[in-house]
């Protein structure tokens, strides 16, 4: 267990991505991870490129950054290292919460000794696990703001999911859901809110005692909403489905970070013990829902709509874009929300219009490919 914090300047980000890699016969999940990593050719100065938990996904991360105009750089240098590698080895690759119409037993573990032993302990949950998010780490200054900030992040877990929702498609069945992907992870045992942690120091004794119970080896086998990540000196937001290109990451890595330095320095009152009686009602109704959810506030005791509230939350985050250099990533959110033209509502849209899972799929790995918009200063505010 790692009982000490690594210290990262505050607000820095780092970015993860779980992609899809699908076949361009029948545009089903293929088994191509291990292929590409062989032959992929990486300088590192833009992240890294790695296996996750089935042969069917693939993980770009970026190099810790500290605005997104290099956290876009980074996305699409990966991006384009992907799919130049993925075209030579007559795969593709795309975003998406979850891929639509694939079969789950024909999945296959990747190798790792890590993957083994989540397979071992998860049995046919592993296989259930090919789905796809995007994380997104946080700087901070210390072990202490990591657990408050954990606390603080956790009430805006749903404003996560709607934004960015975009696996509305499962087992070859329209969801009604606009993010179906989270329904896979809350099947693990140590998923969902952060318990009510104190401090860091509270934290090492709350890990500690699942250690010796038998309940967790470390870190890793906690799938926590939000969780504080030691050995980066991070706070991790693990609960956004992947978009369909990295724009949106982008944007979601801005709005994470305008959070976080709105929270930090306006430092609300937290109620952790009674956001956790309302937090899983929440966390199903973004993903139900999406802008459209009813949000329990258990504070003021009663409803809120998502939509109503994420709009005065994105005007509050301005003058913290704009110091920050990402107004047009908050900007864009705002559009998203006042057109409803979330990554799902796109996917819905596409299948009305070509009524055919495949070449959804297939619209989906040509939106991927395109490169970002925001990899110039002239991005900056």
């Not at 990593?37 to 190099?63: A, Q």
């Amino acid at each position: 267990m790692c009982h000490s914090f690594a210290r990262s300047r505050p607000l820095t980000l780092g970015v993860e991505l779980e992609l899809q890699l699908v076949s361009l016969r029948d545009f089903d999940l293929t088994r191509a991870a291990t292929d590409l990593l062989d032959g992929l050719k990486n300088d590192g100065r833009h992240g890294d490129v790695k296996l996750e938990i089935t042969e069917s996904m693939i993980e770009i991360n970026t190099r810790p950054r500290a605005d997104v105009t290099a956290i876009a750089q980074d996305l699409n240098a990966l991006r384009g290292l992907l799919v130049l590698q993925c075209a030579r080895n007559n795969v593709a690759t795309c975003g998406g919460g979850t891929h639509p119409f694939h079969r789950w037993p024909e999945r296959r573990i990747s190798p790792g000794e890590r993957f083994a032993f989540l397979s071992d302990r998860y049995g046919y949950l592993s296989k259930q696990f090919t789905v796809f998010g995007q994380h997104i780490h946080i700087g901070v200054a210390s072990g202490n703001d990591a657990i408050w900030l954990t606390h603080a992040l956790n009430t805006f877990v749903p404003y996560f999911i709607a934004l960015s929702a975009s696996s509305p498609y499962l087992d070859a069945t329209d969801t009604g859901f606009q993010s179906s992907r989270l329904t896979a992870i809350s099947a693990f045992p140590l998923s969902g809110q952060a318990p009510d942690i104190q401090d860091w120091d509270d934290f090492v004794r709350h890990l500690e005692l699942l250690k010796a119970c038998g309940v967790a080896q470390s870190i890793k086998d906690i799938y926590w909403d939000v969780r504080p990540k030691p050995e980066y000196g991070t706070v991790e937001v693990r609960v956004c489905d992947t978009p369909l290109d990295v724009d949106r990451a982008t944007e979601m890595a801005a709005f994470a970070q305008c959070l976080a330095s709105y929270l930090l320095i306006n430092r609300p009152t937290l109620t952790p013990a009674l956001q956790a009686v309302v937090a899983r009602y929440n966390k199903f109704q973004a993903s139900r829902y999406g802008f459209n959810a009813r949000l329990a506030d258990p504070v003021n005791r009663r409803a809120l709509v998502l939509g109503e509230t994420l709009d005065d939350l994105l005007e509050a985050l301005k003058p913290h874009a704009h110091d920050l250099g990402c107004s047009l990533q908050i900007e864009c959110l705002k559009k998203v929300l006042r057109e409803g033209a979330s990554d799902a509502d796109w996917l819905r849209k596409k299948l009305t219009e070509y009524s055919s899972l495949p070449e959804l799929v297939r619209l989906s790995t040509e939106r991927f490919t395109q490169a970002s918009s925001y990899t110039s200063s002239a991005s900056r505010q």
